[in-house]
T-cell receptor
Framework: KNEVEQSPQNLTAQEGEFITINCSYS?????LHWLQQHPGGGIVSLFM???GKKKHGRLIATINIQEKHSSLHITASHPRDSAVYIC??????????FGTGTRLQVFP | NAGVTQTPKFRILKIGQSMTLQCTQD?????MYWYRQDPGMGLKLIYY???????DKGEVPNGYNVSRSTTEDFPLRLELAAPSQTSVYFC?????????????FGAGTRLSVL
């Protein structure tokens, strides 16, 4: 079993829909990261969080340490949100452990 | 605002050839990393460095070597390329160690070994 599991693996949505991507992990962590990989391949960091909730524009990330679970929400989705969203956690080795990603496609 | 720069973007190698993937960053970050990304798999750490002159193995180091002679540069060397090294390679850097800081990624190098 992978230490970081994401669901769903693939997600399609119509423009304007509310999107939720889930991440569950099985190790103790110091922080959880959400990253976005564009269709061209580039990877950018969206959030780093260790508790509670963070918001940036239409993106919201939450984490429940007791449940070992995090969610990434996208409000009012847009075709430009189409990308692969990657969850990663840092455990006791202080190295990132990555999930396999969720591929999101938003259609107009 | 260059950030992390990787070269080349694409490369095709024959089995047994060698090459160096270049990575340079202009953010004065001490921590640098090399990852590989295979289809359907999460990013895997190949090697990392906590500062000039200091490198260490990650999860999948076999077949690779690194050096860190300056803060800015962290090249990855492939000796005797094998088809199993066909992958997309990403270099990243961060101000704080591994999971404690945001990592900044290069654009990636797509490598095929035939």
């Amino acid at each position: 079993k992978n230490e970081v599991e994401q669901s769903p693996q693939n997600l399609t949505a119509q423009e304007g829909e509310f999107i939720t991507i889930n991440c569950s992990y099985s190790v103790g962590i110091s922080a959880l990261h959400w990253l976005q990989q564009h269709p061209g391949g580039g990877i950018v960091s969206l959030f780093m969080l260790s508790s509670g909730k963070k918001k940036h524009g239409r993106l919201i990330a939450t984490i429940n340490i007791q449940e070992k679970h995090s969610s990434l929400h996208i409000t009012a989705s847009h075709p430009r949100d189409s990308a692969v969203y990657i969850c990663a956690v840092s455990g006791d080795t202080d190295k990132l452990i990555f999930g396999t990603g969720t591929r999101l496609q938003v259609f107009p | 605002n260059a950030g992390v720069t990787q070269t080349p973007k694409f490369r095709i190698l024959k089995i047994g050839q060698s090459m160096t993937l270049q990575c340079t960053q202009d953010m004065n970050h001490n921590y640098m990393y090399w990852y590989r990304q295979d289809p359907g798999m999460g990013l895997k750490l190949i090697y990392y460095s906590v500062g000039a002159g200091i490198t260490d193995k990650g999860e999948v180091p076999n077949g690779y070597n690194v050096s860190r002679s300056t803060t800015e540069d962290f090249p990855l060397r492939l000796e005797l390329a094998a088809p199993s090294q066909t992958s997309v390679y990403f270099c990243a850097s961060s101000y704080l160690s591994g999971g404690s800081g945001i990592q900044y990624f290069g654009a990636g190098t797509r490598l095929s070994v035939l």
